[in-house]
């Protein structure tokens, strides 16, 4: 079989469970993994694959019907123009998060004082945020946090790669015991899990059955169980004219509005770039 030949199968049978664009993106994708030329080149040339790229093609297709996503499958996914190390352990970083990131970047950028600010990025995850963060506002002192020892690892290793100076704890959040080892922050930024269970049964496999659950999904009856925490926490550790910037489920917004509210923080809802109400930024 030729590498065109197998190309074409890889498509075909991708076809079967995405449509037929996504089918075709993640292809070039593997390919290009694979491989390491981009499609144009791999047309032009007379490039036949080893036998291991061939086995490790087969092992990447069989992955894939699986509903692995292909982030994982490839251990990869890039966020703010960086590539991040990826696996089960961590979500995968979503384009809506990185108009998280950008928020906060801006709003930095634009204040009269943004030497030296500390930053805390609760749930770090895969540590995309806060890395972003870090790599675009090197003056600045970035923590991040999470209740995963092996998401911490993804974060480190991917910290180490970017090579930036962030301080990692592990810590359970919710916890409210372990709050008198923080400092106070110039600003705190989350992408908590926020989807109740009861929406579990709408999200397709690739999510369900790969993506860490812990970092996904809330108790239905208390949904916004991590924005009360980070209210309260903000009362005692967030700095006077400080900032909390939060990522939310697109159908509650306004009831995160609220909750700020409640700790008489001023809010304001932002809109993702699908007039989506993802962000909520709060401060006093």
């Not at 972003?132 to 991040?144: G, M, N, R």
């Not at 974060?155 to 810590?171: D, Q, R, S, V, Y």
């Not at 609220?258 to 993702?272: A, G, L, M, P």
Request: glycine share 4%; proline share 4%.
């Amino acid at each position: 079989m030729t590498t065109t030949q197998l190309y074409n199968h890889f498509l075909k049978e991708l076809k079967n469970i995405y449509e037929e664009r996504e089918a075709s993106n993640i292809t070039d994708w593997i390919f290009e993994n694979v491989t390491h030329l981009k499609k144009w080149e791999r047309r032009g040339s007379s490039f036949q694959l080893s036998d291991k790229q061939f086995s490790q093609l087969k092992q990447y297709l069989s992955d894939l019907l699986n509903h692995k996503p292909v982030q994982y499958v490839l251990n990869e996914e890039w966020f703010y123009k960086m590539k991040f190390f990826v696996n089960e352990h961590v979500l995968i970083p979503r384009p809506e998060t990185e108009e998280l990131v950008s928020c906060i970047i801006n709003d930095v950028r634009n204040a009269k004082n943004n030497e030296q600010l500390k930053i805390l990025d609760i749930g770090t995850g895969s540590g995309c945020i806060a890395i972003s963060i870090k790599k675009e506002l090197e003056q600045c002192e970035v923590t991040a946090v999470d209740v995963s020892k092996k998401a911490l690892m993804v974060a480190k290793k991917n910290a180490g790669m970017l090579k930036a100076n962030i301080k990692f704890e592990k810590i359970n959040f919710l916890d409210e015991s372990c709050w008198n080892q923080f400092q106070e922050y110039d600003i705190l930024v989350s992408n908590p899990p926020y989807i109740p269970h009861k929406e579990k049964q709408t999200l397709s496999k690739n999510v369900t059955e790969f993506e860490p659950g812990i970092a996904l999904f809330v108790p239905d009856d208390d949904p916004f169980i991590f924005y009360n925490s980070i209210a309260k926490f903000a009362l005692s550790h967030l700095i006077p004219g400080g900032t909390i910037c939060v990522e939310v489920h697109e159908n509650y917004a306004k009831e995160i509005q609220q909750i700020f509210s409640v700790y008489n923080f001023k809010s304001e809802i932002k809109k993702d770039i699908y007039g989506k109400e993802r962000i909520v930024s709060a401060g006093k």
